[in-house]
């Protein structure tokens, strides 16, 4: 499909709204991201539910509700593609289980896609619930350059996205007729939307909303622990970097060995060791949980 095709969307003023909420065992959570969803004053016309659970959730009676129990689906990008396969409406709006939308959420998510025709994905502004600086946050700075780079662009009157969040993002639903999740990621599917937008942004422009805002509560349920994250995140980064042919583009390949320098800071930190150099201890994952490997 070409990019014009997937652009085209319905009259301005006339959009409706899926929002596709993958969750698993986190029904605290899901309650409140329901209720913030019901407290909206523009509703969606579909509430696309994938449950993972291991036990089936009790969810209130919601105009739209589509429900979906199937603890089988593995990993949130599956999840993302079934629940994208049951949307009817123009927009799909995907949410971590774990967000609470604020005010006006909605209404603002659909007047930017009217206001912005060539835009493909709109990202909602995240409030998380703890914002403290860290040295890991400092280090992605320095180190993420080239095709790693996940840096905001900010232009006069907007901000453009490298990299949109999934758990905060609507897309149009023409893009999923070209472009689907990855489902070689499983499990906790390190960096499923972090891939998936920089295929999107093949098809238009990825922007930020600041009018469109909610909070991300960071729930603990279904979190590896740091060390089974760096682990993820080295193996996956590595493959979105072979799978999207970053490799093209040769300056990509200084960036990727200063990614990886970066990343082997942070292991050598924990005491894993420094794999740019091969180096693990007996601490090291010995792989991603996050990526299924290849047969």
């Known amino acids: 499909m070409d990019e014009e095709a997937v652009q085209s ?37 579909q509430i696309i539910i994938i449950d993972q659970s291991k036990t089936r959730y009790e969810l209130p009676p919601l105009e739209g509700l589509v429900h979906v129990y199937n603890p089988e689906i593995t990993g949130s990008a599956a999840a993302r593609n079934v629940a994208w396969s049951l949307s009817s409406s123009d927009i799909v709006f995907f949410l971590d289980d774990d967000v609470e939308l604020l005010d006006g959420c909605i209404a603002q998510l659909l007047r930017g896609f009217d206001l ?39 232009r006069r009157g907007f901000t453009e996205l490298r990299r949109a969040a999934g758990g905060a993002t609507g897309f149009r639903q023409s893009l999923f007729e070209a472009e689907k999740f990855d489902e070689r990621l499983i499990g906790y ?34 979190r590896h622990r740091m060390e089974q994250l760096l682990r993820d995140r080295w193996d996956n ?21 200063w990614w990886m320098f970066g990343e082997s800071l942070k292991w050598a930190r924990l005491g894993l060791g420094f794999p740019l150099l091969g180096i693990r201890t007996k601490k090291t994952p010995l792989r991603s949980l996050s990526l299924r490997p290849e047969r």
């Open 9 to 45: 969307h319905a009259p301005a003023g006339s959009l409706t709204l899926a929002i596709c909420i993958p969750s698993k065992n986190r029904p605290d959570d899901i309650a409140r991201c329901l209720e913030s969803i019901r407290r909206q004053t523009v509703r969606p016309q």
């Open 116 to 154: 912005h025709p060539d835009a493909i994905c709109l990202q909602c502004a995240i409030t998380r619930s703890s914002e403290e600086f860290s040295l890991s946050r400092l280090m992605t700075h320095v180190f993420q350059r080239g095709f790693f780079n996940s840096a905001e662009i900010h």
């Open 189 to 222: 599917s390190y960096g499923e939307d972090w891939e998936f937008s920089y295929r999107a942004a093949r098809y238009g422009r990825l922007l930020l909303l600041p009018d469109a805002p909610l909070v991300h509560h960071t729930s603990p349920v279904n």
């Open 237 to 257: 980064f590595l493959y979105f970097y072979e799978k999207l042919q970053a490799g093209r583009r040769r300056v990509n390949a200084i960036w990727r060995v």
